[in-house]
């Protein structure tokens, strides 16, 4: 059974701070990990795709990499911004699970402060 | 492009009643997914409907039922509620094809259900 885990689980950090939210996964068989933002009692942005043949994906500000073998993923955020306050999700699509369903992390909630 | 749309946005059940929720998948899209979210968790996966049919279900007990329509629309339905399924159900629109190799996923704003 695959488990996705995300240290820490919030985060405070003054403006204009450069940051890194981990996410780890048990089963290294997945075919895709992606990134998400949700803001209080909202749906999920998607932020990042990476495939599993992938290393890195980037956006903006944002930077995500993926190292398969050892079941971990890194979203790096540069240069962070009060509207970067939100919870961040991490999940992944894995071949045991049968169908392309997203397994998550319980999410990392991050406060930046003006 | 239209996203993925949910209705309604919030819903007030009592203890037994029955609920239907209802997703509009995004343009161009063949697969619905829907979610649970429970307050200060990740959301947990229920099932997945791929061209109509059921591909795929999480643990959830069959009083947890779907239906996927031609236009790849999609209902959710509970029955027998219970205190514990008052969360946020989020329903994911994506498409799957050996064309699209990223199967991205695509979330809708939820629907917040209470159960009294």
């Known amino acids: 059974k695959q488990e996705v885990t995300q240290i820490p689980a919030a985060l405070s950090v003054p403006e204009g701070e450069n940051l890194v939210l981990n996410c780890s996964f048990t089963?290294?068989?997945?075919?895709?990990l992606q990134w998400f933002r949700q803001d209080p009692g909202k749906g999920l942005t998607s932020l990042l795709l990476?495939?599993?043949?992938?290393r890195e994906q980037t956006s903006g500000r944002l930077n995500a990499s993926l190292d398969k073998s050892s079941g971990r993923s890194t979203l790096y955020i540069a240069a962070s911004q009060p509207g970067d306050s939100a919870t961040y999700l991490c999940?992944?699509?894995?071949?045991?699970?049968?169908?392309?369903?997203?397994?998550f992390g319980k999410g990392t909630k991050l406060s930046v402060i003006p | 492009e239209t996203g993925v749309t949910q209705s309604p946005t919030h819903l007030i059940k009592t203890r037994g009643q029955q609920v239907t929720l209802r997703c509009s998948s995004q343009s161009g899209h063949n697969t619905v997914s829907w979610y649970q979210q429970a307050l200060g968790q990740g959301p947990q996966f229920i099932f997945q409907?791929?061209?109509?049919?059921?591909?795929g279900r999480g643990n959830f007990p069959p009083r947890f039922s779907g239906l996927q329509f031609p236009n790849y629309s999609s209902e959710l339905n509970v029955n027998a509620l219970e205190l514990d399924d008052s969360a946020l159900y989020l329903c994911a629109s994506s498409l799957v094809a050996t064309s699209n190799p990223n199967n991205e996923q695509f979330f809708g704003p939820g629907t917040r259900l209470t159960v009294l």
């Open positions: 999940a992944v699509v894995y071949s045991g699970a049968g169908s392309y369903q997203l397994t």
């Open positions: 409907y791929y061209r109509e049919e059921e591909n």
């Open positions: 990476i495939q599993s043949s992938q």
């Open positions: 089963d290294s068989a997945i075919y895709n």
